[in-house]
């Protein structure tokens, strides 16, 4: 997992015309843009918040996954899902470093996320009530991350794509892991198939908002895609998942929660596609802004994590810098 | 407190092949530094061998001189074999 379309982008930028049409060439010429190279200060900006956003997320989002490692419901589920939690734990370190590539600091970043100041993915702000959820996230919470993070892995910043990559690489087990739980679960008795439909229910939305705001309201988009930092628009994206996980439903014998959700011949320029109902846009908003049922939750896991392993930080720093003069004393 | 040092971390996939430049990470130590690189790295089989090198021991080329930096060698044909004429007679050289 699991970016999400930017929140708050600010694409300003004061360099010479000239600076910025040498720099859009490059961009054109599809040159990747490595870390020392000069750029426009607004594209230093946008990625710093972006590949920030996308790291806390990575972090915040093996939390509600974390919460069922104890209870998974046999040893297979157990191993799976732990192996799952510390991938996300993975992401979240390359992506930590590709942004430290930019000149910003880890432990600024932490400290952002610990303020409050820095956001990560609303999806992580639902609470995972039952184990059909953790199906669920990784059936449509990973799948939604890679269908945005597949053509992140052609971001026109090194770094960034190259931690894509390898993240890429490893998403797809996620998805997979979570399909066969849904599965599993729909194959099972009445309770456990009703389980896995009122998961459904629950994810479904929100899982649809992690590709960030309609298309017209997403003023940054623009610019992110002339950077090349973005390759497909928010809607284009949540079209393509869309279409991609109402048959994944179907065949478990699940109803998306969507009354007007229907088939529509002229969607994908004539291929057709399912057209989905009004997206109440009004929640993502309050989620984002803090009002979802686990954002107090989740910030203060992350404030009890950091401060309870400051003494492990200062004593690792203690015991390096002993042995470091030790060793001088010794020659 | 002062920030925790940053490594760069490089693995070889396997032998036969050079170590290859993966990301990088934080670590008090060395070998604090490589047990993360390989926690974080290679939990897939992704190298049999881990360097790890402080960030900060790295001199790089500085990007605003590339051109003086790497521009001789670019009329130095003469360095490519191409450049030599063969009678094909001779055969393969
Ligand atoms: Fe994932
Ligand atoms: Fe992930």
Request: proline share 5%; with cysteine.
């Amino acid at each position: 997992m699991y970016s999400q379309g930017l929140i708050g982008a600010d694409g300003r930028t004061g360099e010479t015309e000239t600076f910025l049409a040498a720099f859009q060439a490059r961009i054109d010429a599809e040159e990747k843009i490595e870390p020392k190279d000069a750029m426009p200060e607004g594209y230093r900006r946008t990625l710093v918040r972006q590949i920030g956003q996308h790291a806390h997320s990575e972090i915040v989002g093996m939390l509600p996954e974390g919460n069922w490692v104890t209870r998974a419901p046999s040893l297979r589920r157990k191993a799976a899902l732990l192996a799952k939690v510390q991938d996300e734990g993975g992401h979240g370190l390359y992506l930590y470093s590709a942004a430290e590539t930019l000149g910003v600091t880890r432990d600024g970043m932490t400290e952002e996320l610990l303020a409050g100041k820095a956001k990560y993915s609303s999806i992580f702000n639902y609470p995972t009530l039952t184990w059909a959820d953790i199906g669920t996230i990784g059936w449509l919470v990973d799948g939604a991350a890679i269908m945005n993070q597949i053509p992140l892995c052609r971001c026109s910043f090194g770094p960034y794509a190259r931690a894509m990559i390898r993240i890429c690489k490893e998403e797809s087990f996620h998805q997979r892991q979570g399909y066969e739980i849904m599965l599993t679960l729909c194959r099972g008795t009445r309770a456990q198939k009703a389980m896995a439909q009122d998961a459904l229910d629950r994810w479904w939305w929100p899982s649809l908002m992690m590709f960030g705001p309609h298309d017209a309201e997403s003023s940054h988009t623009e610019q992110s895609m002339a950077w090349k930092i973005k390759r497909f628009s928010n809607d284009e994206l949540r079209q393509k998942f869309i279409d991609a996980t109402v048959p994944q439903a179907e065949y478990l014998g699940l109803k998306v929660p969507d009354p007007a959700m229907r088939w529509d011949e002229a969607l994908n320029g004539g291929k057709g596609g399912y057209r989905h109902g009004p997206i109440d846009w009004d929640e993502f908003w309050r989620v984002v802004k803090g009002e979802g049922v686990m954002n107090r939750d989740r910030i203060a896991a992350r404030k009890k994590a950091w401060d309870d392993g400051a003494w492990v930080r200062e004593a690792a720093l203690a015991h390096a810098a002993k042995r470091a003069t030790g060793k001088v004393a010794a020659e | 407190m002062a920030e925790t040092p940053l490594w760069e971390v490089f693995i070889r996939p396997r032998n036969g092949l050079a170590h290859k430049h993966v990301g990088s990470l934080h670590a008090a130590d060395a070998v604090m530094a490589l047990q993360a690189a390989r926690d974080v790295y290679t939990r897939r089989g992704e190298g049999n061998s881990v360097w790890v090198v402080p960030s900060v021991a790295i001199t790089a080329s500085d990007p605003d001189h590339t051109d003086e930096m790497f521009e001789p060698t670019g009329d130095k044909i003469y360095r490519h074999p191409t450049f030599y004429e063969i009678p094909e007679d001779v055969g393969h050289m």
